[in-house]
């Protein structure tokens, strides 16, 4: 008998459990975050004899919230720029808030100092430039927040991929968006 009723009462709190949270996610339905690059440019490339890099890399990427019901706080942001897997410049973004149904352009200035290429990526990368465009790797891991109401989420880990990224090394090309991929 004991038996039979703690596994009637867990029944009815898987129930009410199950009952909230389906009717949470009707309430808010949660959509997805999208982000795309709008543009890319290089200036001061130098890639020296000894595989040694400086240049300075400047994305805008589109990050559109279309939730109606969902704000995010971007409270740790960081930005990297790969070439064939190697890093070649890093930065870091001031923490910003994204209201709900909000489009923000995140303006990324990544700077190379004596960023040390492996010989084959030096020179892919010295081939890429006298063609007059490069193909990189634009990656942002984030700690971000979310916001119903009053209600605050834990931390969770965003992770944007905006991969391959065609930067053109003339500015009469124009720049085409690229669509990233988003982990979250």
């Keep these: 008998m004991l038996v039979r009723t703690i596994a009637m009462v867990l029944l009815t709190l898987i129930i009410i459990v199950g009952l909230s949270?389906?009717?949470i996610w009707l309430a808010v339905r949660p959509k997805r975050l999208v982000y795309t690059m709008e543009e890319a440019s290089i200036h001061g490339?130098?890639?020296?004899?000894?595989?040694?890099?400086?240049a300075t890399f400047n994305f805008v990427i589109r990050a559109y919230n279309p939730n109606?019901?969902?704000?995010i706080y971007y409270d740790k942001v960081e930005a990297y720029v790969f070439y064939y897997g190697e890093t070649v410049a890093f930065t870091t973004v001031n923490p910003f808030f994204q209201p709900r149904r909000n489009?923000?352009?995140?303006?990324l200035n990544l700077v190379a100092r004596d960023s040390v290429l492996e010989g084959a990526a030096a020179r892919d990368l010295m081939l890429e430039k006298s063609?007059?465009?490069?193909?990189?790797?634009?990656?942002?891991?984030?700690?971000?927040?979310?916001?119903?109401?009053?209600?605050?989420s834990g931390h969770?880990?965003?992770?944007?991929?905006?991969s391959p990224t065609l930067v053109h090394f003339s500015s009469s090309k124009r720049f085409e968006r690229t669509f990233c991929d988003v982990d979250l």
């Design 21 to 23: 949270v389906v009717i």
């Design 45 to 54: 490339f130098n890639l020296a004899k000894n595989n040694h890099l400086n």
């Design 68 to 71: 109606t019901k969902v704000s």
């Design 103 to 107: 489009v923000t352009h995140l303006r």
């Design 131 to 152: 063609s007059g465009e490069v193909e990189l790797d634009v990656r942002v891991k984030a700690k971000i927040r979310f916001k119903v109401g009053v209600w605050k």
């Design 156 to 162: 969770r880990t965003l992770r944007i991929v905006c």
